[in-house]
C-alpha cells in the first residue's frame, strides 16, 4: 500500500483534485511531491495564510471544493486568518495538515491543532488511524461541497510517513435532504403583499445566485413595478438591468440609500438580511418585509422557508403585470446618473473613481472581480462591473491583504481575466504574492489604489480629532517593487490620460497598475457613517 501519504494522494486524486496549493513544511513535503508525480500541479505561496486564500478563490472559481496543504504547528497558525475568511465567505476549502501531536513537550511547533482551529468555524476532521486516511480525506470533501465550508483534515505526521494499513471502504453520505416546497398560504400573502406594494423593491443575495434565480426575479420585479439590488456577494445578478440599483447596505450609491429606504414592501431572497446588507438595519426600516430564504427571519411581515427561486416561481404564478410603478424613464436615468460624479482629482493624486472608470471600460466583459477591504472598497462596489458570480470581495473576515492570493486562485480556477483592487497598505501586506503571481504567468491585473495611508484610518482619525499622521506613510514604487518580482508594471499619475493609459494595459497576463490617488475623495460609506 505504501506510505500513508500515498494513502491521502491516492484519496485526494479521486476526489478530483487536479490543483494543489500550500506551503511545504516536515509533514506535508512527500505528500505535496507525491501528488505532483501523480500530475497534480502545486501551487506554492508565501505564507500560508495566502495559500488558502488562492484555495478560496479557485474553489469560488471553479465553483468545487480545492484542495490545500500547511505544515504544522506555525505553518497553521499562519493560515487561520485566511481560513476564517473562507468560512464567512462560504468557500468550499479542503486544507491537509500534519500534526506532531505525539512530539515532545519541549518541541516548539509542537501546538493543539483542534484547540486552534475552533474559533475558525471551519469542520475539522481528525484522523487518528492510519486505515481512515482515505476516508477523512473523501469525508472532507463530501462535508466542503454539500455545506459550503471549509475542512481542515488533520492527521498525524507519523500516520503521514508511516506504512498505510489496509483503507476503510468510504461510504458516500446520503444525500441532504431537498428544500421544503413553499406554503402555499405563505406564497399567498407575500403575493397580496407584492400586489399592494406603491414602492416595492427585489433585493437578492446570495442563496438566490446560487438557486440561478436572478431570471426570475427579474421577471417578478417587471411584473410588479418594482426596483432590484442585491448584497454586495450577489452583485452583478441583475446587471445590466436600467433598474438594478446595485449593492444595498454599507457600500450603497446615495441613491440606493434614498431609494431602498422609500420602499414600502421589499422581496428579501436568499439574502441573510445582516446589518452589512441593511446597513445596521437602518436601510429598510420603513419597509413591510417578504422574505424567502432557507431560513427566513422570524420578524419578516411574511417568511416564506424554501429554495429562493423555486419561491419566486410560485409567486410569478400570483402576480401579474402591476403597472410601470417604479420602473420609469425617469427613475432609470437617474440610476443611470448615479455613476458619474466630477472628478476629485487634485495635487495629491488621481481621483480612485476615475481610474476605476477607466479599467472598467478595457476589461473584457467576462472579467471576474476581487477587492480587498479599505476605504477604497466603496468605490469599486459602485463602479466596476461583473457578471452574476462573478465579483467577490474578499472581506469575510474584514481582514486587509487577502485579495492577491484569492485573485490568483479565481484566475486559474476559471478562465477569464481577473482584476483585484487592493490598496496600497494590503499590497504590502501581501507583497511575497506578486511572486507567486509572476510565477504561475495567471492573466491577473492588480490595481493598488496608493494613497500611501490607511485610508480608512485616516478618515476615522478626522472624525476623532487625531492626528492623521498616525496613519501616513512614504510612497512606495510599487511598479518598481512588481517588475523586481517578475510582474509587467505600470505607474499612473495626476495629469496622466487614464484612457489612453488603460486602453495600452495588457489584461492576458500579470501586471500590476500603481495608481497615485488623493486622499481628498472620501467613500460614501464613510460620508453616511462619519455625517
Keep these: 500500500m505504501g506510505h500513508g501519504y500515498d494513502a491521502v494522494a491516492d484519496a485526494l486524486v479521486e476526489s478530483g483534485v487536479r490543483t494543489l496549493f500550500g506551503l511545504l513544511g516536515n509533514t506535508n513535503l512527500a505528500l505535496a511531491a507525491t501528488l505532483v508525480a501523480r500530475g497534480v500541479r502545486f501551487v506554492g505561496a508565501r505564507q500560508e495564510t495566502a495559500a488558502v486564500s488562492m484555495a478560496a478563490g479557485h474553489a469560488w472559481a471553479a ?40 512530539a515532545p513537550a519541549w518541541n516548539a511547533q509542537r501546538a493543539d491543532h483542534p484547540a486552534m482551529l475552533g474559533w475558525t468555524g471551519a469542520r475539522v476532521v481528525d484522523c487518528r488511524e492510519s486505515s481512515a486516511l482515505s476516508a477523512a480525506v473523501r469525508e472532507a470533501f463530501a462535508v466542503a461541497a454539500a455545506r459550503r465550508l471549509p475542512v481542515v483534515v488533520n492527521i498525524g505526521a507519523g500516520l503521514l510517513s508511516g ?24 406564497v399567498a400573502r407575500a403575493g397580496a403583499l407584492l400586489r399592494g406594494a ?13 438557486s440561478g434565480a ?29 433598474f438594478d440599483l446595485g449593492v444595498c447596505g454599507g457600500y450603497s450609491t446615495p441613491l440606493t440609500r434614498e431609494l431602498v429606504g422609500e420602499s414600502d414592501v421589499v422581496l428579501a431572497a436568499g439574502v441573510g438580511l445582516g446589518g452589512y446588507t441593511t446597513d445596521g438595519g437602518t436601510l429598510l426600516r420603513g419597509a413591510r418585509i417578504v422574505h ?44 443611470a446618473a448615479a455613476a458619474r460624479s466630477p472628478d476629485g482629482g487634485d495635487g495629491g493624486g488621481l481621483d480612485p473613481r476615475e481610474v476605476l472608470r477607466a479599467v472598467d471600460r478595457v476589461l473584457a466583459p467576462r472579467r471576474q472581480v476581487v477587492l480587498d477591504v479599505g476605504h477604497f472598497t466603496t468605490f469599486p462596489s459602485q463602479l466596476v462591473s461583473a457578471g452574476a458570480g462573478r465579483f467577490l470581495a474578499a472581506l469575510g473576515f474584514g481582514s486587509v ?13 476559471r478562465d477569464a481575466p481577473t482584476l483585484v483592487v487592493v490598496g496600497d497598505g494590503g499590497a504590502l501586506m501581501s507583497l511575497g504574492e506578486l511572486e507567486t503571481l509572476g510565477r504561475v504567468g495567471a492573466p491577473v491585473t492588480v490595481l493598488v489604489l496608493n494613497d500611501s495611508a490607511y485610508g480608512a484610518e485616516i478618515h476615522h482619525l478626522r472624525r476623532h480629532g487625531l492626528p492623521e499622521d498616525l496613519a501616513l ?5 510599487f511598479a518598481a517593487v512588481a517588475r523586481a518580482l517578475g510582474v509587467a508594471a505600470v505607474t499612473w499619475r495626476q495629469g496622466d490620460d487614464l484612457g489612453r493609459l488603460a486602453e495600452e494595459l495588457p489584461t492576458n497576463g500579470p501586471v500590476l497598475v500603481d495608481a497615485l490617488v488623493t486622499r481628498s475623495v472620501v467613500a460614501d460609506k464613510f460620508i453616511s457613517h462619519n455625517g
Design 63 to 102: 465553483g468545487r471544493p480545492t484542495a490545500c496543504t500547511v505544515t504544522h504547528g506555525p505553518g497553521l497558525s499562519n493560515a487561520l486568518t485566511g481560513l476564517r475568511s473562507a468560512v464567512r465567505d462560504r468557500l468550499p476549502v479542503v486544507l491537509v495538515v500534519g500534526d506532531i501531536r505525539d
Design 163 to 186: 506504512p498505510a494499513a489496509p483503507q476503510d471502504p468510504w461510504h458516500e453520505p446520503a444525500p441532504p435532504d431537498p428544500p421544503p416546497e413553499p406554503d402555499g398560504d405563505a
Design 198 to 210: 406603491e414602492r416595492p423593491l427585489v433585493l437578492a443575495g446570495r442563496g438566490a445566485l446560487w
Design 214 to 242: 436572478g431570471p426570475e426575479l427579474r421577471q417578478l420585479a417587471e411584473r410588479t413595478g418594482a426596483l432590484l439590488a442585491t448584497s454586495l456577494p450577489a452583485k452583478g445578478l441583475f446587471a445590466p438591468d436600467p
Design 292 to 335: 424567502c430564504d432557507l431560513s427566513p427571519r422570524g420578524d419578516a411581515e411574511v417568511a416564506v422557508r424554501g429554495d429562493a427561486r423555486a419561491v419566486v416561481r410560485r409567486l410569478l404564478d400570483s402576480v401579474s403585470g402591476g403597472g410601470t410603478r417604479r420602473r420609469t424613464p425617469a427613475v432609470a436615468s437617474r440610476i
Design 401 to 413: 491583504g487577502l485579495s492577491t492570493a484569492t485573485g490568483i486562485g479565481a484566475a486559474l480556477g
Design 473 to 477: 506613510f512614504p510612497r512606495t514604487d
